[in-house]
Nanobody, 123 residues
């Protein structure tokens, strides 16, 4: 059974940085599409950044381009979302998700989800 856990969120000020981590058990990230998503109150879950491990295809949302980056620590089976120059609009619950296929950075296309971690950015 695939289990994921996102952690590292917190309360920060605008302009600060945070690094979220996502750990997996029951499988390795290699060979899966990995996605970071977020959901703000009253809004739909949106894709932040997704990577296909099959061909390396990468998606990153325009709203975070140039500020957020994704990286992997294969030795420890972790994936990270580095978030720099945070803005109040980035406030949301952040989730990591995986799927064997990569059809796009769309929440409905990812089958395995971890518990989210809250990120709150004050102005």
């Amino acid at each position: 059974e695939v289990q994921l856990q996102a952690y590292g969120g917190g309360l920060v000020q605008a302009g600060d940085s945070l690094r979220l981590s996502c750990g997996a058990s029951g499988y390795t990230f290699d060979g899966y599409a990995i996605g970071w998503f977020r959901q703000a109150p009253g809004k739909e879950r949106e894709g932040v950044s997704c990577v296909s491990k099959h061909d390396g295809a990468t998606y990153i949302a325009d709203s975070v381009k140039g500020r957020f980056t994704v990286s992997n620590n294969n030795a420890n089976n972790l994936t990270y979302l580095q978030m720099d120059r945070l803005e109040p609009e980035d406030t949301a619950v952040y989730y990591c998700a995986v799927d064997p296929a990569f059809g796009g950075c769309v929440a409905d296309l990812f089958g395995s989800w971890g518990q989210g971690t809250q990120v709150t950015v004050s102005s």
